[in-house]
């Protein structure tokens, strides 16, 4: 692709080291105590080193140097209702001064939990964990139970976890996709092997029924991002999803809503309200939480019951605890306000109206997608149908135009992903178009 504009990243990044002079001297003293200088390894791959921050506030977020800025990130997504909301801070001190963990029952786990089996359509019973990678595999493992079956499918560029058996082909190389003939492809060393692991891409139908010829009596599961948030926020195409739903009744196999992201961010329902289409099994995390580690499991109480009669194993030493369970009951609480969620989306649906007008105004090849207060911003001709059609876009140009942001006060993830919160006013949106307008002049 022909560029037509440049972000004069170099003059940015001088600008931002001047201005973070205390983040950098946190990084390097952190290099040599935490392994990678960060608690997660994608936290590394920013410009120009990885910021420290004080505190947030609503849409905001101020680093230990004083700068403040807008905060499209929000913490890889669990931020929904903004940084520190007062619903949240106060439901959360309230529980800390009655106990922070017991180790035993309390009410908020039922509480929270037949709220949730009233907003989630697959949720006639309902788990908790601490982590999205957990949820899944614990709907795993009930798939593999339940179906006396051993593999699972799963998409190309659809992110479920950081565990061996999932994190696969999550964001191939054009070459690694070539050498590996449709095989799973590992994300890094040391993983065990993926006997197990199918995969194939996403919004292909005949993929997924040719997989199903080849090892229908094998295939326990079928797992998928119903919307693709982790790969350039690609919806399903219409019909796809109710395809898969379809697939997997008629080869008595479970389908799986990987809802970690869209879950509480395109609908209060996650994507089976937002698309229409209900799974067996449903994992949630991220936004549930509003900020505090938390994750879910929801599913038909016939397979949720397996859980309940011990025959499969789902353990861990915080998973329903107070703190965690109070921040869900007060997050929900909020985002079942009336209207919340048609403001986000029309906020959402503005700023990247305007996002792409600037950018295409100055001749950029730029295209937007998603849905809701999720969507996914790239430097190319056309919308991606699947992981692979990403792989056209000119990456290191939206890392330019993220470290450009950057100096305007505006904070964006690395990999072209935006997220926005309640706290996202029409101010705020406003205040992103000017230096939007800045970086473009």
């Not at 040719?210 to 998928?224: N, P």
Request: glycine share 8%; charged share 20%; proline share 4%.
């Amino acid at each position: 692709m022909i560029r037509t504009i440049e972000f004069d990243a170099e003059r940015r990044e001088r600008e931002i080291r001047l201005r973070t002079v205390g983040s950098h001297s946190r990084y390097e003293r952190a290099c040599r105590s935490l392994a990678g200088g960060v608690s997660s390894g994608l936290r590394r791959h920013v410009r120009p080193y990885p910021l420290y921050f004080a505190s947030g506030s609503g849409p905001r977020v101020t680093d230990v140097d004083g700068n403040t800025f807008i905060d499209y990130g929000l913490a890889w997504g669990p931020l929904i209702l903004g940084h520190s909301p007062p619903e949240l801070a106060d439901a959360i001190a309230a529980q800390a001064r009655r106990g922070f963990t017991f180790g035993a029952q309390h009410d908020l786990e039922f509480e929270v939990s037949e709220r949730l089996t009233e907003i989630i359509p697959c949720a006639d019973r309902v788990t908790f964990a601490n982590s999205g990678t957990e949820a899944v595999q614990v709907a795993l493992r009930l798939a593999r139970a339940i179906t006396q079956r051993h593999k699972f499918l799963k998409f190309e560029g659809h992110y479920h976890g950081w565990d061996d058996s999932v994190l696969v082909s999550f964001h191939p190389t054009s070459a690694q996709v070539a050498s590996a003939a449709g095989g799973p492809v590992p994300v890094g060393t040391g993983q065990r092997p993926h006997y197990g692991t199918l995969v194939v891409e996403w919004n292909d139908r005949d993929a997924v029924e040719k997989a199903f010829q080849e090892h229908s009596d094998q295939i326990s599961a079928v797992i998928c991002e119903p919307m693709l948030c982790n790969s350039g926020s690609i919806p399903p195409e219409p019909g796809f999803l109710e395809f898969l739903r379809e697939i997997s009744v008629r080869h008595g196999t479970l389908l799986i809503f990987d809802e970690v992201i869209t879950g509480f961010r395109l609908h209060l329902a996650g994507a089976q309200g937002y698309y229409g289409v209900v799974p067996d099994l449903a994992t949630y995390a991220k936004a549930l939480g509003g900020g505090i580690a938390l994750s879910a499991i929801t599913g038909r109480a016939e397979y949720m019951d397996r859980i309940a009669d011990g025959t499969v194993v789902h353990a861990g030493t915080l998973n329903g605890n107070p703190i965690a369970l109070a921040c869900a009951k007060a997050t929900l609480d909020v985002l079942s306000r009336p209207d919340l969620y048609t403001e986000l989306t029309r906020r959402a649906e503005r700023l990247r109206a305007a996002l792409e007008k600037l950018l295409r105004n100055r001749g950029c090849s730029v295209v937007t997608s998603g849905a809701g207060a999720v969507f996914h911003v790239s430097f190319m001709e056309s919308r991606a149908r699947r992981y692979r059609d990403l792989l056209a876009a000119d990456a290191a140009l939206y890392s330019d135009f993220a470290l450009a942001l950057l100096s305007e006060g505006i904070l964006v993830l690395p990999d072209g992903r935006w997220y926005l919160s309640a706290a996202h006013t029409d101010a705020v949106i406003d205040d992103t178009v000017v230096a939007l307008t800045r970086i473009l002049a």
